[in-house]
């Protein structure tokens, strides 16, 4: 194959530039939408024609965040005066705080799992890889393969023996099995990226540490594994990525101690009225973590995924 | 600094035999060569000496200790990569402080070892830098100062010149050389080529197809090969080889190509079947009074001598002549071998049949 390496013309910049701009505008509109309705007033999120100017309000944060409840109209005249903000909202609504919800919980059990099962892949499947790509493992083709061949259906496919497997060793709703579960789908691509990375590194690194006096193992901790962080990287956001945006997984087999955040979040419409900004408020939180994790690793995801497309 | 005794050294991956039963000792300060075309199991052997393969069967002996499969972190060698291997996560100064490090030296002593060795191969302004940016020769002397700062029982090199450009290359040897000389330290250097072998080495091994074909210093190797394979893998051009059938027995001092006698070193053991004579081309003469006959088919000028090729009714015969000499292409001339030089071999083996002249040098190859 041979590529030229003229410089791309004005006209041929322009009209990349207009494709990456338009492409920015279709992938990004809906997520601006989101993050809009969070702040809008539920009348104004089902207002039509839609209104892309309105009031903001914290009214939908405060909904996703607490309980509410109505109580007598002669009970709620003689109550004091709201002692807080958030109090006040929900007083304008005529309701009373009757507590807070359960969106933190389930975000925290989203937090513990997704990066849980995120950590736990990496570890297994960097000692997987580097095994894989360093020594002589018998039937080693076939293995790949079979660990690959993992992937080869979608993992909702077996759903249905997977929920009666974790019900019959008590796993049905437990952080472990929906770390183990998600850590068991991510590992065969995990394997197989980050084996691409470590064959890249050239054994004589580790060699020349196992002559200047290192362990095995300390050869693999103090050469190998700072240099495959970028492989590491890329492949943990990949991973995180698919743990924490689970969904079919999550409804059928967690519902209370270990639920997750997608789940629980479209309950919140069955709770109290279609209150859409509350729900597009959870949305919007729930974007945070994957985005400062993907922003934090971003140069290495970058390198990552161009990786060995330059021959050195 | 150390001795290094290797004794029937065998390598197998799976079916293939990568060294089979090689044996030779490296004497202590010496710089010793490991020769032969690639595939031919030098690496391996070296390998093997560092600690990085296990041999199948045999011993290695480093300072009167049997080292054969002990790890490479407790043989306290130092190995030097073709690709330098540098850990491009560090910088110069702590590359080279590494292998201090790992012993356990306190921070403040590595550092002025480090800062030691800097100075004897002129790289203290590299310290700071990362080694992502240096020139080859550069990278070649800081692996060479991770190499040398901890003082190991022998430095192990791997083709360490063979990532470097021609020019260079001639320089960092003459560097390399006048190291070890400075610092007397027992080397073991692989190399695939037999001009670098000659020109640095103390003494050469060449290694052909995972056998030890010869052993010693330089100057025997090329006047006495103890097989065809040495006597055409070193010098260039390499050692002609006029093929022919008939018998040798001992004592003989002549040979017959056809019609001509031509003179030998008086030979101690006899054979029959297909010959070899070898002469190298700077013991060919060209004398119209010879009776072993040839054409000259083309002349190559090199400056002060000339490499003249002639065709045989035995094959082709390169000589070096002085340029001086007038040699026409087309002309037929005769051929004059300096006796004292050549060698005879039985075609079949491979092997130099032994003769007065060099006795010595095969009686311990």
């Known amino acids: 194959m041979s590529f030229s390496v003229t410089a791309p013309s004005p006209a041929a910049r322009w009209i990349a530039g207009l494709l990456v701009a338009l492409y920015a505008i279709v992938t990004l509109l809906p997520l601006a939408w989101i993050i809009a309705t969070g702040f809008k007033s539920p009348a104004d999120a089902i207002a039509y024609p839609p209104k892309v100017l309105f009031e903001p309000s914290l009214e939908g944060y405060v909904n996703l965040f607490t309980t509410r409840t109505r109580i007598a109209e002669a009970d709620f005249a003689a109550l004091p005066p709201p002692g807080t903000w958030y109090e006040e909202i929900v007083r304008d609504q005529g309701m009373v705080i009757a507590g807070p919800s359960r969106y933190g919980e389930r975000f925290l059990n989203s937090v513990i799992i997704g990066f849980g099962s995120t950590a736990l892949c990496m570890v297994l499947g960097t000692a997987a890889a580097y095994a894989f790509s360093r020594f002589r493992v018998p039937l080693k083709d076939d293995l790949m393969f079979f660990i690959l061949s993992t992937r080869m259906m979608p993992p909702i496919a077996?759903?249905?023996?997977?929920?009666?497997?974790?019900?019959?060793?008590?796993?049905?709703?437990?952080?472990?099995?929906?770390?183990?579960?998600?850590?068991?789908?991510?590992?065969?691509?995990?394997?197989?990226?980050?084996?691409?990375?470590i064959d890249e590194i050239p054994v004589e690194y580790e060699e020349a540490a196992l002559i200047d006096g290192y362990t095995r193992f300390q050869a693999f901790r103090k050469v190998v594994l700072p240099q495959a962080a970028t492989g590491i990287a890329s492949t943990a956001i990949f991973c995180l990525i698919f743990a924490w945006n689970e969904y079919a997984f999550a409804v059928l087999l967690t519902s209370g101690t270990a639920q997750t955040a997608p789940p629980f979040i479209p309950t919140i419409i069955g709770t109290g009225g279609k209150d859409w900004p509350a729900v597009a408020a959870g949305a919007t939180i729930f974007l945070v973590p994957v985005m400062v994790f993907t922003i934090l690793l971003r140069k290495h995801l970058l390198r990552g995924i161009t990786f060995g497309a330059v021959r050195k | 600094?150390?001795?290094?005794?290797?004794?029937?050294?065998?390598?197998?991956?799976?079916?293939?035999?990568?060294?089979?039963?090689?044996?030779?000792?490296?004497?202590?300060?010496?710089?010793?060569?490991?020769?032969?075309?690639?595939?031919?199991?030098?690496?391996?052997?070296?390998?093997?000496?560092?600690?990085?393969?296990?041999?199948?069967?045999?011993?290695?002996?480093?300072?009167?200790?049997?080292?054969?499969?002990?790890?490479?972190?407790?043989?306290?060698?130092?190995?030097?990569?073709?690709?330098?291997a540098l850990y491009p996560h560090m910088n110069v100064g702590r590359n080279i402080a590494y292998p201090l490090i790992s012993q356990g030296m306190p921070r403040a002593e590595a550092r002025k070892k480090v800062a030691e060795v800097a100075r004897i191969l002129g790289i203290e302004g590299l310290l700071d830098r990362p080694v992502g940016g240096l020139s080859g020769g550069d990278r070649q002397r800081v692996a060479l100062g991770r190499a040398i700062v901890r003082r190991p029982k022998a430095f192990l090199m791997d083709e360490p010149l063979g990532a470097l450009d021609a020019e260079f290359r001639e320089h960092m040897a003459e560097e390399l050389r006048a190291l070890h000389d400075r610092m007397g330290a027992t080397t073991v250097y692989v190399t695939h080529d037999q001009l670098e072998a000659m020109q640095m080495g103390d003494k050469i091994v060449v290694m052909n197809h995972g056998v030890v074909?010869?052993?010693?210093?330089?100057?025997?190797?090329?006047?006495?090969?103890?097989?065809?394979?040495?006597?055409?893998?070193?010098?260039?051009?390499?050692?002609?080889?006029?093929?022919?059938?008939?018998?040798?027995?001992?004592?003989?001092?002549?040979?017959?190509?056809?019609?001509?006698?031509?003179?030998?070193?008086?030979?101690?053991?006899?054979?029959?079947?297909?010959?070899?004579?070898?002469?190298?081309?700077e013991h060919v003469r060209l004398d119209d009074a010879a009776p072993f006959r040839g054409e000259v088919i083309a002349t190559e000028y090199l400056g002060t001598t000339q490499i003249v090729t002639l065709d045989t009714a035995f094959g082709r015969v390169r000589a070096r002549r002085p340029s001086a000499e007038p040699v026409r292409p087309g002309a037929r001339t005769g051929l004059d071998f300096d006796a004292r030089t050549l060698s005879v071999f039985n075609a079949t083996t491979g092997r130099a049949l032994v003769s007065d002249a060099n006795r010595e040098v095969l009686a311990h190859g």
């Not at chain 2, 005794?5 to 044996?23: H, P, Q």
């Not at chain 2, 017959?256 to 030998?264: D, H, M, P, Q």
């Open chain 1, 158 to 197: 077996v759903a249905i023996p997977i929920f009666l497997m974790f019900r019959q060793i008590g796993l049905n709703d437990t952080h472990l099995g929906m770390i183990l579960l998600y850590t068991a789908v991510n590992l065969s691509l995990s394997v197989w990226l980050l084996k691409g990375f």
């Open chain 2, 1 to 84: 600094m150390a001795q290094i005794r290797i004794e029937n050294l065998r390598k197998d991956f799976g079916s293939f035999t990568a060294v089979r039963s090689s044996s030779f000792t490296v004497e202590d300060g010496e710089f010793f060569m490991l020769l032969g075309p690639s595939g031919c199991g030098k690496t391996t052997t070296l390998r093997m000496m560092a600690g990085l393969e296990l041999p199948t069967s045999g011993s290695i002996h480093i300072g009167g200790e049997e080292v054969g499969m002990k790890p490479a972190s407790q043989r306290d060698i130092a190995f030097v990569f073709q690709m330098f």
């Open chain 2, 213 to 281: 074909e010869q052993f010693g210093v330089p100057q025997q190797i090329y006047d006495w090969p103890a097989t065809r394979f040495v006597a055409a893998f070193i010098g260039s051009p390499p050692m002609n080889f006029l093929d022919f059938e008939g018998a040798v027995h001992e004592g003989q001092d002549r040979v017959e190509l056809g019609t001509a006698a031509i003179a030998v070193p008086r030979l101690l053991e006899g054979a029959r079947g297909a010959l070899t004579l070898g002469v190298r081309p």
